[in-house]
């Protein structure tokens, strides 16, 4: 909450266990008291929380210490805006998450141009990029792919279709990234949808781009879908 509603004339309320009976909650006179707190609690979980690698296949999902690093970089990054100094706090946080000992690495064939979707599929659930997840199946999970996906779904799955990529985002890519391709479709892109090839077209896009990564679907229906972070994130 912090980052869309605390800046530098105020923070959000701080709730912990010392005042959680009080009634009136004053806002800290900058979002930067927020952001150590957040810090101090995250720190708190990355002494506290075991390895990724140390949980049994029943255990996987919850929250692992690489999880606590991971979001320590990320408070670090939206702390950076107020404090330059904390740009050094973002790579050292993203160091721990790759030398904690868990085995946090790219994935690697050879193919960069499927290693960085790949993360997505099934069979990558937990894979070594993988830091944290909402772990989703039939039932309940994230509900981030339909937000992102076609809003007249192609006839086959309606999505809301929310969230489209910016011709800004489009261009920040540089040329040979790989990453741009698994990230954004563009119209009369080839993309897989349920297990048949198509081209991407839409009457609902904003921008003439779709988001392909969490919410393109390559596989049959039914198939469990994972919203995650990985390592190439960031």
């Not at 707190?37 to 390895?51: C, M, S, T, V």
Request: glycine share 8%; net charge neutral.
């Amino acid at each position: 909450m912090s980052q869309y509603y605390g800046d530098q004339r105020a923070g959000v309320p701080i709730v912990t266990d010392a005042n959680m009976n009080e009634i009136k909650f004053v806002r800290p006179t900058h979002v930067k008291e927020n952001l150590a707190q957040i810090e101090g609690d995250l720190l708190k979980a990355a002494e506290l929380l075991p390895l990724v690698n140390t949980y049994g296949a029943g255990d996987l999902g919850r929250a692992h210490k690489d999880a606590a690093y991971a979001y320590l970089a990320k408070t670090n990054l939206q702390w950076a805006r107020y404090d330059e100094s904390k740009w050094t706090q973002v790579v050292k946080y993203c160091d721990m998450v790759t030398n904690s000992g868990s085995g946090r690495k790219l994935i690697n064939t050879g193919k960069p141009e499927t290693d960085f979707a790949s993360v997505f599929y099934i069979e990558n659930n937990f894979s070594s990029e993988y830091i944290f997840s909402v772990v989703s199946n039939k039932i309940q999970g994230s509900i981030l792919p339909a937000v992102l996906f076609e809003n007249t779904g192609y006839g086959l799955y309606n999505g809301w279709g929310y969230f489209h990529p910016t011709l800004e985002l489009y261009n920040a890519f540089e040329s040979g990234d790989n990453r741009k391709k698994a990230t954004i479709l563009e119209f009369n892109d080839t993309f897989t949808l349920f297990g048949l090839d198509r081209k991407y077209y839409s009457s609902n896009s904003q921008t003439g781009f779709q988001f392909k990564v969490y919410a393109t679907f390559p596989f049959s229906k039914g198939s469990t879908f994972k919203s995650k972070w990985r390592l190439s994130d960031f």
